[in-house]
């Protein structure tokens, strides 16, 4: 079995930093592409940021600048180091990756940023 493991979530103050990290359980598993998305309360899972296996980079608008998702292919992991982070980015952070057009989620990790 293989899943995604996110961590690095937690509490920040406004304009602080936070680090997320997502990697895959088994070494021998890899992506053609992983992301990040996140849910608010009441809201829809949205894509936050996506990377492609040769470093290709998406990011939504309202991250741009001060989000930057970064992998580390033979780990099979993923980043995303948040900046600047407003309330508005309060929210539980998933991990996505795409395997031979499969879908792959980590549990989820809760980002607070207090105003």
């Known amino acids: 079995q293989v899943q995604l493991v996110e961590s690095g979530g937690g509490l920040v103050q406004a304009g602080g930093s936070l680090r997320l990290a997502c990697a895959a359980s088994?070494?021998?598993?890899?992506?053609?592409?992983m992301a990040w998305y996140r849910q608010a309360p009441g809201e829809q899972r949205n894509l936050v940021a996506q990377?492609?296996?040769?470093?290709?980079?998406n990011y939504a608008d309202s991250v741009k600048g001060r989000f930057t998702i970064s992998r580390e292919n033979a780990k099979n992991a993923v980043y995303l180091q948040m900046n600047s982070l407003k309330p508005e980015d309060t929210a539980v952070y998933y991990c996505?990756?795409?395997?031979?057009?499969?879908?792959?989620w980590g549990q989820g990790t809760q980002v607070t940023v207090s105003s």
């Open positions: 996505h990756g795409l395997r031979n057009y499969v879908d792959y």
């Open positions: 990377v492609t296996a040769g470093g290709t980079t």
């Open positions: 088994s070494s021998r598993f890899s992506f053609n592409a």
